[in-house]
């Protein structure tokens, strides 16, 4: 190349780029004494100056080295951490609308657990009652007839209880409540019975319809009333004086509302006139009450009727779901007071509670008279109707509130 030689004949100053001024082969002395010393290299002004190198012992200089005489390389730092599960959008899992809509469907799924097995639990625990007689009984009938019997047994009330609820013999067995409840196609209706009422008993002759129970028992009671309306009653419920007041107390009480101040000596009912919240106790006086009145029993089933409407909204009014204390001990008070015909099942007992809360017409017997006895032409044309499930046909005169001929 022009300007350089190839060290042969060529000026010595060819290679000055390479090996710096003058020539190692002595034709021209050269300024610089070490000329292949390393030149340190110049720091900048400000530059933070490197750390000294790490020098081991010589022992341990070369401790562990692998017999091809390598370092071992220095070990791998732990792996960080994995950080907390996120989604796509990198939120934590509380964070994500879905986990909150998952734990809202466990909650109703659990609640819904909760409503259904509680009732079950304690309908297993309810005794049956073989209420159908062995006679001859009218043939099946279009809708569903339930007679609900309130008795005034005291079995499983305690001396004090009996006291406090001014139940007295312990070994009554009478019906103070006789209610016919008939649901089909027309108007839901509820008749009540006077339980002094004088019909013929088979096999005893005529006697007070209450007095049935106590000389035959349930069967005879069923074949007396169905002998006397010509109606076939489908299913049977029972309550003690004890189940009223575990019921009423169960919901919180009930709203009654008296049309006048009463003060009852023999049931223990002393109310002031007007609306007015009761628990249990008093609900039970209340639709046991008559002797304050000069028509007593046809007052008293008028009361009747009146407790078990207020009971029947209670029951089925939201906060009764929804409070959970009130669900288990409404559920609760039913097995040990109340009694089920041995066909009814589960689902006919919910049917008849939520028939009673739907009462759209509602009676007593036609009467001829305050003395309970019946008007018979205008009885069996009320019964004639509801035997046809033709209730939206029962008129004002065949249904009134004491069963007297307006």
């Not at 990198?90 to 799924?109: D, I, N």
């Not at 009540?192 to 005529?206: A, K, N, T, V, Y």
């Amino acid at each position: 190349m022009a300007g350089r030689g190839n060290g042969t004949g060529g000026s010595g100053d060819d290679f000055d780029w390479v090996y710096g001024p003058g020539s190692s082969d002595g034709a021209r002395p050269s300024s610089d004494p070490e000329p292949t010393r390393r030149i340190p290299v110049q720091r900048r002004p400000g530059a933070t100056p490197p750390p000294p190198p790490t020098r081991l012992p010589p022992a341990e200089q070369y401790a562990g080295t692998p017999p091809s005489g390598r370092r071992p390389a220095p070990a791998s730092p732990p792996p960080p951490a994995a950080p907390p599960a996120r989604g796509p959008s990198g939120r934590g899992r509380w964070s994500r609308p879905r986990t909150y809509v998952r734990l809202v469907l466990l909650v109703l799924v659990l609640w819904l657990v909760f409503l259904v097995a509680v009732p079950l639990i304690a309908w297993n625990k309810v005794d049956k009652v073989d209420f159908e007689p062995s006679a001859d009984r009218p043939a099946q009938q279009p809708g569903t007839t339930y007679l609900l019997v309130g008795s005034d047994s005291r079995a499983g009330l305690s001396p004090e209880e009996r006291k406090r609820l001014h139940t007295g013999d312990a070994a009554s067995e009478l019906t103070d409540t006789i209610l016919l409840l008939h649901t089909g196609d027309g108007p839901t209706t509820l008749v009540s019975i006077p339980r002094d009422s004088p019909l013929d008993i088979p096999g005893f002759g005529r006697s007070k319809v209450n007095s049935a129970y106590a000389k035959g028992g349930t069967p005879l009671l069923v074949q007396t009333l169905e002998q006397a309306t010509g109606l076939r009653v489908d299913q049977y419920v029972e309550i003690g004086f004890g189940g009223l007041v575990g019921v009423v107390d169960a919901v919180g009480g009930i709203e009654i509302c008296p049309k006048q101040r009463i003060k009852d000596k023999d049931s223990g009912l002393n109310v002031k006139k007007g609306c007015q919240e009761v628990d249990g106790a008093t609900a039970l006086a209340y639709s046991r009450a008559r002797k304050y009145s000069p028509i007593s029993d046809l007052a008293r089933v008028q009361q009747q009727r009146e407790v078990i409407a207020a009971v029947g909204d209670k029951v089925l009014s939201p906060w009764s779901v929804l409070n959970p204390v009130r669900w288990w001990q409404l559920n609760g008070a039913v097995p040990d007071f109340f009694r089920f015909g041995d066909t009814t099942g589960p689902v006919a007992a919910g049917k008849w509670a939520l028939a009673m809360t739907k009462v759209e017409k509602s009676c007593t017997v036609p009467l001829a008279r305050a003395d309970t006895t019946w008007d018979t032409k205008r009885a069996q044309q009320l019964f004639g109707k509801i035997a046809s499930d033709r209730t939206d046909e029962i008129t004002d005169d065949l249904c009134t509130a004491t069963g007297l001929a307006r």
